[in-house]
Nanobody, 115 residues
Framework: QVQLAESGGGLVQPGGSLTLSCAASGFIVSNYVMSWYRQAPGKGRELVAT???????IYADSVKGRFTISRDNAKSTVYLQMNSLKPEDTAVYYC?????????WGQGTEVTVSS
């Protein structure tokens, strides 16, 4: 059974950092494309970062140079390191895995950037 569990969200001041974790089970993370999405209040879900099979990464323009997606295969965990956080980064962040015929999401972890 595929499961994704995000953690690491919280309240941080502008300019601060957070690292989100996505603990995966039921599949081998290195064999699938893993992504982080976010949904801000009143807005749709948007792609933040994608980690392909191997080391290929894709980032939204709004987070390039500030966020880093990575994977620890031994721990079956995907991370999102977020630096230089801005108030506009406030959102619920979701981990996602793309299977050939479907996608799975976690329950999300909330990030609030505010002074």
């Amino acid at each position: 059974q595929v499961q994704l569990a995000e953690s690491g969200g919280g309240l941080v001041q502008p300019g601060g950092s957070l690292t989100l974790s996505c603990a995966a089970s039921g599949f081998i993370v290195s064999n699938y494309v893993m992504s982080w999405y976010r949904q801000a209040p009143g807005k749709g879900r948007e792609l933040v970062a994608t980690l392909g099979i191997g080391s290929i990464t894709i980032y939204a323009d709004s987070v390039k140079g500030r966020f880093t997606i990575s994977r620890d295969n031994a721990k079956s965990t995907v991370y999102l390191q977020m630096n230089s956080l801005k108030p506009e980064d406030t959102a619920v962040y979701y981990c996602d895995v793309a299977f050939p015929s479907t996608r799975y999401w976690g329950q999300g972890t909330e990030v609030t950037v505010s002074s």
